[in-house]
């Protein structure tokens, strides 16, 4: 299994990016894939989630999109007006079943990818 996650960079506060994550090795279609950032000094973090439904964390509702291309097994998280505490690196993440009540538990997620740096700066 491999997920290549792309799209990081340097960006001003109000910006966007859009981060990719190509995943092969796997039944995409079946798949929960989604999106964990983690900041310097700081835990990992949940960002998004999407195979049949979509999950935001709060911090990014209404300025990030989670969406996925199943012709190209490709999910992607479209970030608008980016602030500066969204700097981290953002990792790609995949797993067959994920506790509902659980899916900002990194641990439920079996597959990673290696991470995009993403740096909102003025």
């Known amino acids: 299994v491999q997920l290549q996650a792309s799209g990081g960079g340097l960006v001003q506060p109000g910006g966007s990016l859009r981060l990719s994550c190509a995943v092969s090795?796997?039944?995409?279609?079946?798949?929960?894939i989604g999106w964990f950032r983690q900041a310097p000094g700081k835990e990992r973090e949940f960002v998004a989630n999407?195979?049949?439904?979509?999950y935001y964390a709060d911090s990014v509702k209404g300025r990030f999109t989670i969406s996925r291309d199943t012709a190209a097994d490709t999910v992607y998280l479209q970030m608008n007006s980016l602030k500066p505490e969204d700097t981290a690196v953002y990792y790609c993440?995949?797993?067959?079943?994920?506790?509902?009540?659980?899916?900002?538990?990194?641990?439920?997620?079996?597959?990673w990818g290696q991470g995009t740096k993403v740096t909102v700066s003025s």
């Open positions: 090795g796997l039944a995409f279609s079946r798949y929960i």
């Open positions: 993440v995949a797993d067959a079943s994920v506790i509902v009540s659980a899916y900002r538990d990194p641990l439920q997620y079996d597959y």
């Open positions: 999407i195979r049949w439904n979509t």
